[in-house]
């Protein structure tokens, strides 16, 4: 008797558990959908039957029989294969769903593969969570059409600002100008050149998160993108007191990527390079790789805590380092160049420790000219 009163009771308190587990999962706003390892659906919660529109769903049901998300290019996704790639967990907002009277919501899916019950024998499966995120996305494209507008109109008074700086700068230097009106003319086209880099960045990365950057894959000359990147940046590197190397370790003489994106982000590594080292030498060094060439560029200067470490190529960020806030900077450089890796399919790269240096590298894969 005593035994079948502990049963008794151990069921009753899982019962009751799994009851206030229920209750708390429909009292989500979100959409929450357990799924087992036949991507069965077993547990869902009242949210989920609005953001799939249906009225009622008979546990078992295949996910997708009933969830059936299209990409941004308007394609049918497969996602019990996208959910069986799925080893870690993995956020996707660009998929869509479209209802029977033809309209369509963006989703934000969160998916994340779990041990659905207790012991080392316990059922596996997937839980996922689903969110409407429709007007997320509305005030994302407004934004990011006002940034590309704008940065388009602001490009043409910047130059023609730019151009009557330097001109003023040169003239200033033929003739007896005042020492002040010298340094007034420096600071202001320097900030001009500052305002012209943000623009850029800012219309990179609205063309990037719009989708529409492309690329073209053609041949480039290893040393000849090297020796130019050091003769761009040799005087600001000279003025400053530095030194600029390159360490060519690479036996191929070209790779097949998109040129114009490559040097974007080799360019983001040098300006940040010489923006926060003070004393000492920059080096551009190319080695070999399985299917590809690394490109590194190394600096002696303040280098990268690692708390900041995670959070460096994030949009917008900025070290709280007095030493990072003394330097212009817009914290978008590096965000965009984890865009532009991406489109040309390289892996970035960071060491770095605190007060000894920082290398930034990029992993570009060899890529034939029909991937364009």
Known sequence: MPFRKHKANKTSNQALEHEQLMTLINSLADAVIALNENLQIIRYNAAALDILDINNLSLMTPLESVFKPIDKNNQNVDINAFIKQAKVPVVNRDYRLTYAD???????LSL????????????????????????EKSLEEERDEFISVTSHELRTPIAIAEGNLSNAIFMSNKTETPDNIKEALKAAHDQVLFLADLINDLSTLSRAERGTLQIDITAIDINELVEDLKRSYDKQVKDKGLNLVTEIKSTHQQINSCRLYLREILQNFITNAIKYTEQGQITITVEDIDKGIKFSVKDSGIGISVADQDRVFDKFFRSEDYRTRQANGTGLGLYVTVKLARLIHADLGLDSELNQGSTFSVAVPDLKPDNA
Do not use: C, H
């Open 102 to 108: 033809g309209s369509k919501i963006n989703l934000y």
């Open 112 to 135: 994340a593969p779990v041990r659905l019950s207790y012991g080392k024998s316990g059922q596996k499966g997937f839980v996922m969570l689903l969110r409407d995120i429709t007007r």
